[in-house]
């Protein structure tokens, strides 16, 4: 099992340019996420997908749109880079409830600058 | 609302000396608690979780961590650290709520092992 995969791993933008961050999970679980993470912030959740079809927004969605694509795959759209998306952004994923595992499984993360 | 305090924003300590990393939480409901691990430029792992049971948890690289209800914290310990163990720790909440829940993340806690 690969676990969570990330692409890109890095990546530049310029200011308004657009990108998709792409995830996908090999563990059949329910429910993914993304994540973004800066300095002294932790964790704050931007997007999650609490089962195939269904998405919402979570802390810090504004500037982002997501598509679950299907049961494995959980995409991040910019559509018009901001310097204040300049981040490390992560993506996870875990079976949900019913399945007595709470634990989330995290990607290797994409480092995104932006200019 | 869930929400997590960790206090210490980083934490130097020499090699072979005991460590704590504090975690307090708040919590209208019971709560699952969780600690990952971020080493340097990776993905979050999990180091371990209490759902539970004994109040004493014992993880992965010789950490183990403290339930305490009553004074709502989730400390991690660890006798004798290695320079290995520089790395962020997080800790986490989930309500034990039925129904899909979300991880809410504290904001880290670095920790610095010197020879």
């Known amino acids: 099992n690969a676990g969570v995969t990330q692409t890109p791993k890095f990546q530049v933008l310029k200011t308004g340019q657009s990108m998709t961050l792409q995830c996908a999970q090999d563990?059949?679980?329910?429910?993914m996420y993304w994540y973004r993470q800066d300095p002294g912030m932790g964790l704050r959740l931007i997007y999650y997908s609490a089962s195939e079809g269904t998405t919402d927004k979570g802390e810090v969605p504004n500037g982002y749109n997501v598509s679950r694509l299907n049961k494995r795959e959980f995409s991040l759209r910019l559509e018009s880079a901001a310097p204040s998306q300049t981040s490390v952004y992560f993506c996870?994923?875990?079976?949900?409830?019913?399945?007595?595992?709470?634990?989330?499984?995290f990607g290797p993360g994409t480092r995104l600058t932006v200019t | 609302a869930q929400s997590v305090t960790q206090l210490d924003s980083q934490v130097p300590v020499f090699e072979e000396a005991p460590v704590e990393l504090r975690c307090n939480y708040s919590s209208s409901v019971s709560v699952y608690l969780f600690w990952y691990v971020q080493y340097p430029n990776q993905g979050l792992q999990l180091l371990l979780k209490y759902l539970s049971g004994s109040t004493l948890v014992k993880g992965i690289n010789g950490f183990e961590a403290e339930f305490n209800k009553s004074q709502t914290s989730f400390h991690l310990r660890k006798p004798s650290v290695h320079i290995s163990d520089t790395a962020e720790y997080f800790c986490a909440v989930r309500p034990m709520n039925t129904g899909f829940q979300k991880l809410v993340f504290g904001t880290g806690t670095r920790l610095l092992v010197s020879p």
């Open positions: 563990m059949n679980h329910n429910s």
């Open positions: 996870a994923s875990n079976p949900q409830s019913g399945q007595g595992n709470y634990e989330q499984y």
